[in-house]
């Protein structure tokens, strides 16, 4: 077996563990990256950037080669209620709020993953693909590292006095200490990809249809991201036959049927659920968890990559001082906790509304009315879904609109 010693060793290199990783390295801290996969892999996903994930894209040197890789600018979105209403937001500057872009994207995970790979790739880091996480290492109360194996089946242990949890929903970190629970909302996505699809370039497309919904985010020239949401009790029974649910469920869906008359479908269906869980923080010191690894809710919104990386960003904060200063101890890592619910306890509330609005079929009718009537509150609350409008600005521009 062979032993490697580092500052902090990082589980998962998707957005939330190579931004960590990347931070920390730029700190001239030795870190070690494992992830169960080599880079480009796919990943089931909505493949939405929301604009204000640009700024922290920049800030770890990784916009420029992302850009370059030709991700589709997304002016907006079209929002369709369940009685055909029709809303269309932009993104721009609202009150005091401005983008960091005036645009979201919509970027193939293979490619937006890669790139934060290959960022990594450029910086003194030990990046070991195709080695998973097996086990954590616990001595006296405190995660000391992790056990792992790669896909030879070579056993190798990291020792660090941080480990940081960024395998994603299924975190062996998570599930290790204890921490990963059930949620209530018991949803299933369906994803694919439609091409021929005609005026699908510059705006992300909703369409609301309790108890489902569905999104269509145009990734390439003619290659259009088809997200269907619905409830999980309802896929369950044809658990055999997806590809069959999941025309059945489109045809149900009338405005979204509408629109997708002459395109095709050019990639199997992948199903992922159910995708909402809770995770509670880690009550033992040498351990945090960033990403989904931290828990997630509902595709909605489109934030869990935005989320991921904000993570990063609260992570390496937390961490450079902790190491610096005090030890990881629980009491030391309890600042990256407070930070991050500072920083999404009320898009969490915001999101838990939305989710309340769109499961009702007449109340999500009112809303889209009442929005179509209010183009300025449309731009705030497209503001807050696009992460540069704080929530909690939220009421104070509705009041204005
Ligand atoms: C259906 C669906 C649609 C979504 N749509 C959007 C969207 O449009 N926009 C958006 O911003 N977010 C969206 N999300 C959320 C988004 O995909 C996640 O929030 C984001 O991927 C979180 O990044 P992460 O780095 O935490 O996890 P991941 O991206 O899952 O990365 C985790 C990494 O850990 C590795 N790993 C896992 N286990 C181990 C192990 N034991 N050992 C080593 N490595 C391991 C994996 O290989 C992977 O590379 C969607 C989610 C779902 C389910």
Redesign the pocket.
Known sequence: MSERRADVVV???????AATAILLAERGLDVVV????AFP?A????????PE?ARILDRLGALKALDAAGPTALAGMRITAPDGTRLEGRYGAIGDFCPYRAHAMAVP?EVL?ATLVDRLRGLPVDLRER????DLLIEDCRVVGVQ?VDDGGAPLVVRAPLTVG???????VAQRLGLRHPHRLQRL?L?TYVSGLPDCRELGEIFVDPPDYA?L?PVDADRVNL?V?VPLAHARPWSSRLEDFFAARVRQLRHLAARLVGATRVAPVRA?GP?AYRVDPPRMGGVLL????GG?YD?FT???????LRCAELAADAIGRALGTRGVTVTALAAYEGARQAAFRDKERLTGVLQAVIRRRRIANLAARALARRPTALAALLGVIGDFVPPRALPRLLLHA
Request: hydrophobic share 45%; charged share 20%.
């Open positions: 589980v998962g290199a998707g957005p939330a563990g494992l992830d169960r996969a892999r990943k089931v996903c909505g493949e939405y950037l929301s994930a995970r993953d080695v998973r996480a097996t792992a960024a395998d994603g929903r299924a975190s062996v996505a994803v999104i985010n997200s949401v992922l995708l960033v990403g989904d690894a997630f595709p489109g934030e869990g990559v935005f989320t991921a």
